[in-house]
């Protein structure tokens, strides 16, 4: 069955998993106490704490308290959704100081460009919050990526673990389930995709195979189903 569009997930398919736990999770960790003292005040920070609270079952937790739910999920690598918007907040002045560099694959990075050029549209469906996913392709080391993605989905259409996820981002993109091919490196993020519809190839930039999942070690080994 061709395909029409192609949803990729960044860590450990587009982008080294090394790059998020070695640099981009110390780096929160580093700032995000004092990011969130100084904005508590400020309603897109404001909202994100009443979050955590929520999801915490700590409805009375103060800015402190806050913060140390913060960094425990933050060492969990939770995908809290309060997290990972504040995540996104926090590495935003990182990459505007210059201090990071989105790290994306070469062999991603020239694969985007060729499908884009093709005539696929390309999305991305990450943990990280849409904000995150736009600094990582658009302050990457191979420049500004961003023209190339025609939409970002993150924790807020769902768990990248549950089909019903994927089924709400195939309507969202408005093409059927099985007219997108998802691409990732989590075999339980693969098989949800596939119970929704969709196509999958998996990422193994290791080696491996992700069970029951055609799997490449590159996405110079991709070869989308063309009409
Ligand atoms: C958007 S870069 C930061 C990635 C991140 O925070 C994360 O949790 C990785 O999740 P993914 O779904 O891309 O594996
Ligand atoms: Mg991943």
Avoid at 51 to 78: F, H, K, P, T, Y
Avoid at 205 to 222: C, D, K, N, P, Y
Wanted: proline share 4%; with cysteine.
């Amino acid at each position: 069955m061709p395909i029409n569009a192609i949803l990729t997930d960044i860590e450990g398919t587009t982008s080294a998993v090394s790059f998020v736990f070695d640099v981009l999770f110390p780096y929160a960790a580093a700032h995000l106490p004092d990011f969130v003292r100084e904005h508590a005040g400020e309603a897109a920070v404001a909202g994100q704490l009443d979050a955590v609270r929520s999801e915490s079952g700590e409805a009375q937790a103060d800015v402190e308290r806050c913060i140390a739910i913060l960094l425990q999920w933050l060492a969990e690598d939770r995908k809290a959704t309060p997290l990972k918007a504040l995540q996104g907040m926090v590495w935003e002045q990182g990459y505007r100081a210059g201090q990071l560099k989105g790290h994306v694959y070469p062999d991603a990075v020239d694969a985007l460009r060729r499908w884009k050029a093709e005539g696929f549209d390309l999305y991305v469906y990450s943990s990280g919050s849409i904000q995150a996913q736009k600094l990582i392709f658009g302050c990457s080391e191979a420049g500004d990526l961003t023209p190339l993605f025609s939409g970002y989905f993150d924790t807020t259409s769902g768990a990248k673990r549950e089909a019903a996820s994927y089924a709400r981002i195939a309507e969202a993109i408005g093409l059927p389930a099985q007219r997108i091919l998802f691409l990732s490196d989590v075999v339980q993020e693969l098989d949800a995709a596939r119970e929704a519809g969709l196509q999958t190839i998996g990422l193994a930039r290791e080696g491996g195979v992700l069970e029951g999942h055609e799997t490449v070690a590159s996405f110079a080994l991709i070869d989308p189903p063309r009409a």
